[in-house]
Every structure is written in C-alpha cells, then in structure tokens.
Nanobody, 121 residues
Framework: EVQLVESGGGLVQPGGSLRLSCAAS????????MSWVRQAPEKGLEWVSS?????DSIVQPDSVKGRFTISRDNAVRLQMNNLRPEDTAVYYC?????????????????WGQGTQVIVSS
C-alpha cells in the first residue's frame, strides 16, 4: 500500500520560512517523480513543484520560483522561504503512476493527507 505522510506545516509570519517533508512508502520511491500541490481556502488545487527520481529535473511555476526549493533524499522536501499570506493553504505531496514529471494534479494518483501552512501576522 502506498503511503505519503507530510509534516512540517504551521503558522509563520510573512517573510518567514517553513520546511515541509513527505515520507513515502509502499513503492519504489527513488524511481518516481514527486510533486507538491496546495489548496487554499475555497480554491482549487494548485501545483507547486515537481522533482524527478534522479533530482536532475525540477519544475516549478513562476509563483514560487526563487522562494521554494524542492529536494529529495529518503523523503521529498519543500523549503519555503519569504512566505506570503497568499501561500496559505493545505500542502500535499503527490505522485503519479508513471515515470515522467507531470504538473497536472488530476494525474496524481497517490496523495498524502496534507499539512496546513498559515502565513499571517
């Protein structure tokens, strides 16, 4: 059974930092691309970052480039710096069932339970 478990969310002031982690089990973690997706209150899913199995391909939207860093070792991590109130959301790690990166949340079949990030003064 595939399991993805996120941790590291919390309340942070604007301009602050948080580091999210996602522990994976039940599949060959090192082979599959992993992604982070977020959902703000009353909004749809928004793709945040993706990294391939070898960590040599990283894709991010412009909204987080230069502020968020995705990495992986025995877990997939999201270092978030210079956080803004609009980054407030539930953050999920997710994976598709194929070996290339996809930035479409509708194609992810494995999801964690999510971790809440609140950016507020």
């Amino acid at each position: 059974e595939v399991q993805l478990v996120e941790s590291g969310g919390g309340l942070v002031q604007p301009g602050g930092s948080l580091r999210l982690s996602c522990a994976a089990s039940g599949f060959t973690f090192s082979t599959y691309p992993m992604s982070w997706v977020r959902q703000a209150p009353e909004k749809g899913l928004e793709w945040v970052s993706s990294i391939n199995g070898d960590s040599d391909s990283i894709v991010q939207p412009d909204s987080v480039k230069g502020r968020f860093t995705i990495s992986r070792d025995n877990a997939v991590r999201l270092q978030m710096n210079n956080l803004r109130p609009e980054d407030t959301a539930v953050y999920y790690c997710a994976a598709a069932a194929f070996l290339h990166i996809t930035t479409q949340p509708t194609q992810y079949v494995y999801w964690g339970q999510g971790t809440q990030v609140i950016v507020s003064s």
